[in-house]
Structures are given as structure tokens and as C-alpha cells.
């Protein structure tokens, strides 16, 4: 609440799409090389996460976190409309659960076939 | 650190351009084979026309290791016709689109794909793509081939499209075409195809592009050259945020193939057709809410209160069984897959789905809202067949379902997911995650370069393929097949073609214009505003329905949008000027598709064509083709009889035109 206030314009919907996680990434780039629109730019400073400048250019393939050699450094947010529309319902108990909720159920570990 | 304003009110700077700017240097490369689209009919044309000997360069606008529509996955194949498991053959399935289209696709290009789909399958099987079970996961289940092991979609009695681990299908192309030593440009926004003297309608040579990071630009002078970029999404659906995240393609949707090649007097048929559009960021995430469509075909859909929506056949006769949602009923020849570039379906070739009065059902208080897809009451196989196997290597579905959602939690041993909460009306159609499109949205369905037996176009020395930019061209697997065609077709060419001369002219008048956008004030309109009042225009002057006035209005509108707001919209680095130049190919491409629904003075059932002032549908003398070109930059109109390809100068059968120029 402190920082200093800059004329800035508004953040972009979306202004995420993707997630770094500072301890894992190592500033690659790999994620920037293969994105199709160049939503992300690197760093200024070596070896630290790119910058997400064109968010509202990403189609949400997930290539940038399929393309990454440390899992767990990237991962892709759809916008929070597409999000807080994805719901589902567990069968036997009723319950309600959504995609990004706040007390979030185990993850299912079963990986995809083949 | 992630976000652009993280950054700098962190660090309270600017922070530069991250590329070296070259502004106005000129890179100049030469090739027996330019490829200009890298997606995955471009990566085909590239292991073809290689394969064949040709020195080829591929310009691609993103990069081409994971871009284009196709780039992100693809989970079932169409028109494996040949396969050993397969009831249908590539006529009598050329035959059911044609049929459907009634006469309004291409035979060479439908035939191609169902005569060498499978064969190209098993190319891509050799780079690394896995298209069999081998783990026998999914042994003993009805759509599979215990010999073969071979997994099939849809229509388990006739096996012609089939279900494929392709996640990694770009990826497996990318590192071929790198064995083979193709030259790979990415980041290039093409601005032009140059020709012999600069002229129109004369022989291709060669293609200017721009690079969207250094700014820096390039002349390729090629033998042959072939056009295999996508689709034009953002000619009227476009939102200044939010902008792809609904959709199956990307912002590199930009109709650059197609403008270049009108503009080098390319003859194009059927830009008149127009379908729904896409919903953009308004909509959900592809894939992500309960449907009962495409790679989710068959999935159980209930109501709030867990009551089953039924399932009808051809003729809206009740099926009681999950196995007959897969199979054709009495009276069908077989079923057609849906995504294959068409608008209309004879009944006799239509999947089962679900009930069509399913709206009329929810207004009169039969079926609860919200639609769950209940997953649980699929057979084992068939559930794990559509959520984990077809679901996780569908194109944006590996990451962005499949990963997020089981992380999230999602089990479907266990949970039901939602359908999006609409109006009624919208579950009209199956494919409930598309949501409902405003109507004034819509794209491009199936028009594009007009091509001839050896998927060449009315240019030398220029061929197409693909799925948006070839008029006929329809799914995934079809993109890959005119791609592998093609390259073998251009490759011949070039072997006997001179070696291109180039208009020195025509370059540099390329150049000043591409640089334009950089030189004007930067207190004017960026890309963006341009590109949605383009959308605006189209919205309105080229829905539906129109009429001569409008569509002549909406001309005279993008010209002025192209002279004025557009002559003064401004660029601040390589990446809006990539973004700049597109709008002016989709301006191009929207002057395309005005003209060409000008010269078709009938409205039509089978194209969604709607002429207000020629209201009467698909009399017997408009039944045809089209097609249009530029000739001294004046538009010119053809005629062409349905089944122009099976008519003299070609032979009078599919089978008899391809053994004449398939090339093998």
C-alpha cells in the first residue's frame, strides 16, 4: 500500500494466462520461443521469468507448459470468466465443486492415455 | 514477476524492446519451394516437397514447433478411407460430401484427402505419432480393432475416421521437417506474392514478408510457392480483449494467404459462404463444459435432477442404447463426421445426437436446468476413451482440460461437469461448449483458392493447401494430406521451372508500404481499433443476410477505413506492425467476400446465403460456381459447373484424375 503510484493503464482481461513460479523457473525462454503470439517477452534480468505483455493475445493452447523442461515453473489460468464457468457435481454426494475455488479437492492423479 | 503492470510498478521503468530492431533491412532467401504458413498442412507441404528433393523454406507467422490451428493436438482423423479396417471408400465418401455440399466443395480436394488420408496417418505414425493402442488399454472395447489395434470414432460399423494420440502431432512434424533440412522463417507476417514483372495474374516468384520481433524484411524468391495459412477469425468476430480464448484458432487468423494471393489475380471460389462464427473471449473455453459433441460425441447428458436427455437417429427415432449412439441406422449408408468443412449434412450421412426438441423440453419444465455430461454411465472404455484419451490430445485439450481439470480435482469416475447455463434455444446444438454466437458473427466456410487436380491454382508456379485458405478443404487430417500433395506437385514443378526473376519495382514498393504504419503519428488508432471497426463492417454490411446496397456500402467502408483511419493507424514496434498488416489483408478479404456475394444474385439453403433482394432459394440456374479474380485490379466473375473437375480437359471419374496426377 506503501509503493509508489504510477500513471498506468487499466490491466487487461485477460492480464495473467500464465503463472510462474520464481523458484523453479530459470529464465529458459523456451516458453517464449515456441507461443504463437509472442504473449510473453523475456526478462530483462537473466535468468528470471519472462514478462506477460500481449495476455490478451493468448488462445490458451498450453504449448508454453507442454514446451517446459521444469515442471511446475509455468501454468496456464484461463481467463476468470471461463473459469468461474467451469462447475461440476460428484455424483454419489451432491456436492459442488469449480474450477479455481478456493478449498479445492484432491487432484486426480490418473494421467491422460497413452 | 509475470505481468507487464507487475513490472513496471515494480521497477518503475519501461522496459525496452527485447529483440535488436532492423527496420528496413533487407533479408533476401531463395528456394525451389517457399511454404508460406507453417502450420500443419505447411509442415506437410515442407516433408513432402523435401522428401522430393526441392530446396525448401517454410515463412511462418508464429513459430512453427507448436502454431496453427492444428498445432495444438488433434484427437480423431477423418477420411481414413483406405484403412484395412474401413467400409467406406474414398469415392463413395468424396461422394456423401459432395452430396451433402450438394455440389458447393471441391472433388479434387475431398478425393485427395480420403484417397491418401491414410496413408499420410502412417506417415505421421513413422515421425513419432502414436495412432494404435498398443497398450492395449483399451482391448476388447467396440471401437476397436483387435488386429490392427486401431481405434475408431463415430461410426463403429464403417471405421473410416479414427482416433489418434496426436498431442504431439506438430511437434513430430516440426523436428521431420528439421531432419530434412527445411529452412524454418517464423515471426513472418507475409505482405505480398511477388510475380513475373510485378504483374497480376502473372507467374509467382516469390513472397515479401516482415518479421514481427526484429522488424527486418524478407524477399523469398521460390520456384513454386504454396499457400497454406489458415483460417480469417478475426474478420468479424473481434473484441479488443479477451480475444482468442474461445476459439479453435488463433490471432495469426488473419487472411493473409488469401489476400496475397487475390491480390496476385489467384482465382478463389465460394468466399460467399459464410457460417456462424465463433463467440471469442465471450465464450467458454473450448472443450471445457459439458457437450455431446465432436470429441465428446456420445457422452450421457442429464438434467439437475439426473434425468437422461435421449438420443434420435436420422429420423429422430429414439435410441435405448449407448452402442447404437455409434452405429447408423437402417437406411443410412454410413455416418459422416462433424469438423470437416461442412455446412450442410444429407440425412442419410448425419451422426445420432440428441434429441432436436430438447429446447421446446426445457421451456416446458421436462429437463431442469443445468445439463450435466454424466460420463459415469459410459462403459469403462468409452469414458476413458472420451475424457483422457480424445480429451487430452484434442487440440487445447492436453493442458488446458486435461491437466487443469484433474489437478482441479475432476474425476469422471465420479463428478458430472456442467453445461453452461444458456438460453434455451441454444442446446438446439449438441456442441453446447460453443455456446450461442450472437448472429451477426460469422466466418468464412469453405471458399478459398480455387485448385485443380494437381492442387494447383489458377497462378504457375503457386499451389495450396490446408484446411481454411483451400477452397474445399475441411479437418485436420485433410490439412495434412493437400499438404503432402501439394509439396510432392510443387516439388515437380520445380525441378523443370527456371530460376525465378524477381521485380525489383514491385519489392520496393512493398517495402514503403509495409513500413508505413511505423512513420505515423502515435496519437492515433492502434491495430486493434482498426481490426474491430474491420469486424464492425462485416458485422453489419455482410451478415446473414444482405442486399446490393449494403454490401456495396460495406465496400465503400472498408475502403475508407483502408484510406483513412487505417492509412494513420501507427505501429510502436514489430509486433503491433505485424498485427497492422493483417488488418489490411482482412480489409482485403472482406472486399473478397463482398464481391463475391455481389455476383451470387440467389440466396441458398446450402450456403446460409441470404439475399434480401433475391430472396428465392437455390434456383435451379444459380446452382454453380463463381469464381472470382482480380485482372488489372478489376474484379472478374467465371462460371463453373459442379462437376467441372470430372469434365474435359480432366477424365470423367475421381480415380482415373488422380492415377493422371497424383504424381506416385
Not at chain 1, 487499466?10 to 507461443?35: A, H, Q, S, Y
Not at chain 2, 434425468?307 to 434420435?312: F, G, I, L, M, R
Not at chain 2, 440467389?602 to 439475399?611: E, M, T, V
Amino acid at each position: 500500500m506503501n509503493d509508489k503510484v504510477y500513471m498506468v493503464s487499466n490491466p487487461p482481461t485477460p492480464n495473467k494466462v500464465v503463472e510462474f513460479n520464481p523458484d523453479i523457473c530459470n529464465g529458459c525462454n523456451l516458453c517464449v520461443e515456441v507461443c504463437p503470439t509472442d504473449v510473453m517477452m523475456p526478462n530483462p534480468e537473466k535468468k528470471k521469468p519472462p514478462i506477460v505483455l500481449y495476455a490478451e493475445e493468448c488462445w490458451y493452447c498450453g504449448g508454453c507448459v507442454e514446451e517446459c523442461p521444469r515442471p511446475g515453473a509455468i501454468t496456464m489460468l484461463h481467463p476468470t470468466s471461463q473459469r468461474i464457468s467451469v462447475n461440476w457435481k460428484r455424483k454419489d454426494t451432491g456436492e459442488y465443486f469449480r474450477l479455481g475455488m478456493k478449498d479445492p479437492p484432491p487432484s486426480n492423479t490418473r494421467p491422460p492415455s497413452g | 514477476m509475470a505481468t507487464w503492470h507487475e513490472y513496471i510498478q515494480k521497477e518503475g521503468t519501461l522496459p525496452e524492446w527485447p529483440y535488436p530492431i532492423g527496420y528496413g533491412k533487407v533479408n533476401e532467401v531463395t528456394a525451389d519451394v517457399l511454404i508460406i504458413g507453417g502450420g500443419v498442412a505447411g509442415c506437410h507441404v515442407a516433408i513432402s516437397a523435401a522428401n522430393n528433393g526441392a530446396k525448401t523454406v517454410v515463412a511462418e507467422r508464429g513459430m512453427a514447433k507448436r502454431s496453427g490451428a492444428g498445432g495444438a493436438g488433434v484427437d480423431h482423423w477423418h477420411g481414413a478411407c483406405t484403412n484395412p479396417c474401413s467400409k467406406v471408400t474414398p469415392e463413395m465418401y468424396t461422394r456423401a460430401v459432395f452430396d451433402s455440399a450438394h455440389g458447393y466443395t471441391s472433388i479434387p480436394v475431398r478425393y485427395i484427402s480420403t484417397r491418401e488420408g491414410w496413408d499420410t496417418l502412417l506417415d505421421c505414425e513413422k515421425m513419432g505419432v502414436r495412432i494404435r493402442d498398443v497398450e492395449d488399454e483399451f482391448k476388447g472395447a467396440d471401437f476397436r480393432d483387435e488386429e490392427t489395434k486401431l481405434m475408431f470414432a463415430y461410426d463403429y460399423k464403417n471405421r473410416h475416421v479414427i482416433r489418434v494420440w496426436g498431442y504431439n502431432i506438430k511437434t513430430c512434424l516440426y523436428n521431420q521437417m528439421k531432419r530434412l533440412g527445411v529452412a524454418v522463417y517464423n515471426r513472418i507476417v507475409i505482405t505480398s506474392l511477388l510475380t513475373e514483372g510485378g504483374r497480376q495474374g502473372t507467374k509467382v516468384v516469390g513472397a515479401t514478408g516482415v518479421n514481427t520481433r526484429s522488424g527486418e524484411f524478407y524477399v523469398f524468391r521460390s520456384k513454386a510457392t504454396i499457400i497454406a495459412t489458415g483460417g480469417v477469425g478475426r474478420l468479424w468476430s473481434f473484441a479488443p480483449e479477451l480475444t482468442a480464448s474461445g476459439t479453435m484458432g488463433d490471432l495469426n487468423s488473419a487472411g493473409v494467404g488469401q489476400a496475397v494471393g487475390w491480390k496476385a489475380g489467384a482465382e478463389f471460389v465460394l468466399m460467399e459462404q459464410t457460417g456462424p462464427g465463433w463467440m471469442y473471449g465471450f465464450g467458454y473455453a473450448p472443450y471445457s463444459m459439458a457437450n455431446a459433441s465432436n470429441t465428446y460425441h456420445g457422452t450421457p447428458i442429464v438434467d439437475a435432477e439426473g434425468k437422461e436427455v435421449p438420443w434420435v437417429d436420422f429420423k429422430g427415432r429414439q435410441l435405448e442404447t449407448v452402442e447404437e449412439r455409434f452405429l447408423p441406422s437402417a437406411g443410412q449408408k454410413f455416418q459422416l463426421g462433424i469438423g470437416i468443412g461442412l455446412y450442410y449434412y444429407l440425412k442419410e450421412y448425419v451422426l445420432n445426437e440428441l434429441t432436436p426438441d430438447l429446447p421446446k423440453r426445457i421451456l416446458e419444465g421436462e429437463f431442469k436446468l443445468p445439463l450435466y455430461a454424466d460420463l459415469t454411465r459410459l462403459p469403462e472404455p468409452e469414458r476413458r476413451a472420451i475424457f483422457g484419451m480424445m480429451v487430452g490430445n484434442e487440440g487445447k485439450t492436453r493442458i488446458p482440460i486435461y491437466d487443469t481439470f484433474t489437478k482441479a480435482g475432476f474425476d469422471p469416475d465420479k463428478d458430472m461437469l456442467q453445461a453452461p447455463v444458456m438460453l434455451p434455444e441454444a442446446y438446439r446444438v449438441s456442441n453446447f461448449w460453443s455456446g450461442m454466437s450472437p448472429p451477426y458473427l460469422r466466418g468464412l466456410a469453405g471458399g478459398g483458392l480455387l485448385v485443380d487436380w494437381d492442387l494447383k491454382t489458377s497462378l504457375e508456379g503457386l499451389y495450396a493447401a490446408g484446411g481454411s485458405s483451400l477452397f474445399g478443404g475441411g479437418c485436420h487430417g485433410e490439412s495434412h494430406t493437400t499438404g503432402r500433395y501439394a509439396g510432392r506437385k510443387a516439388a515437380a514443378y520445380a525441378r523443370m521451372a527456371p530460376e525465378p526473376v524477381v521485380d525489383r519495382q514491385q519489392i520496393e514498393a512493398e517495402k514503403a508500404i509495409a513500413y508505413e504504419p511505423l512513420k505515423q503519428s502515435k496519437d492515433g488508432i492502434g491495430w486493434k481499433e482498426l481490426n474491430y471497426a474491420i469486424a464492425r463492417v462485416m458485422q453489419d454490411y455482410c451478415g446473414q443476410y444482405k442486399n446490393e446496397l449494403t454490401l456495396n456500402l460495406g465496400l465503400r467502408l472498408l475502403k475508407e477505413l483502408r484510406e483513412t483511419e487505417g492509412a494513420k493507424a501507427f505501429a510502436s514496434n514489430p509486433h503491433e506492425l505485424g498485427r497492422l498488416l493483417e488488418c489490411f489483408s482482412l480489409i482485403t478479404v472482406g472486399e473478397m467476400t463482398m464481391n463475391a456475394s455481389l455476383v451470387r444474385k440467389a440466396s441458398s439453403l446450402y450456403l446460409d446465403f441470404y439475399r434480401l433482394d433475391y430472396p428465392e432459394l437455390d434456383p435451379p440456374q444459380w446452382q454453380k460456381l463463381l469464381p472470382i479474380k482480380l485482372e488489372d485490379d478489376r474484379v472478374k466473375v467465371g462460371e463453373l459447373p459442379f462437376d467441372h473437375h470430372l469434365k474435359p480437359p480432366y477424365a470423367p471419374t475421381y480415380e482415373e484424375n488422380y492415377q493422371l496426377h497424383c504424381g506416385l
